[in-house]
């Protein structure tokens, strides 16, 4: 059964740091992109970094040098970085692992077959 769980959430303060993991089981995905979406209250889920099988990155513009995605392939485990939060990152944080193996990055979440149950983010002023 494959799984990914993330950790890492929580409420915190405008400009404060906070590190997202996502641990996979099941199966490894260390060919597959990985990424984190989000989602706010009534709206739609947004894309925010994805990761490669060589580490290629991508980001939206949105968290744009505030937020680092990382991959550890021997803990099948992705990270995401976030600094300088602001309230317009608060959300439920998901991550997801690519259909198909050696892929490029897409930041649409209907390519993405596998996903966890989510972790609350909550940036106060």
């Known amino acids: 059964q494959v799984q990914l769980v993330e950790s890492g959430g929580g409420l915190v303060q405008a400009g404060d740091s906070l590190r997202l993991s996502c641990a996979a089981s099941?199966?490894?995905?260390?060919?597959?992109?990985m990424a984190w979406f989000r989602q706010a209250p009534g709206k739609e889920r947004e894309f925010v970094a994805g990761?490669?099988?060589?580490?290629?990155?991508a980001s939206a513009d949105s968290v744009k040098g505030r937020c680092t995605i990382s991959r550890d392939n021997a803990e099948n485990t992705v990270y995401l970085q976030m600094n300088g939060l602001k309230p317009e990152d608060t959300g439920v944080y998901y991550c997801?692992?690519?259909?198909?193996?050696?892929?490029?990055?897409?930041?649409?979440?209907?390519?993405?077959?596998?996903w966890g149950q989510g972790t609350q983010v909550t940036v106060s002023t």
């Open positions: 990761i490669n099988y060589v580490h290629r990155t």
């Open positions: 099941g199966r490894t995905f260390s060919n597959h992109v």
């Open positions: 997801a692992a690519f259909t198909s193996p050696y892929s490029g990055i897409s930041r649409s979440p209907n390519d993405y077959g596998y």
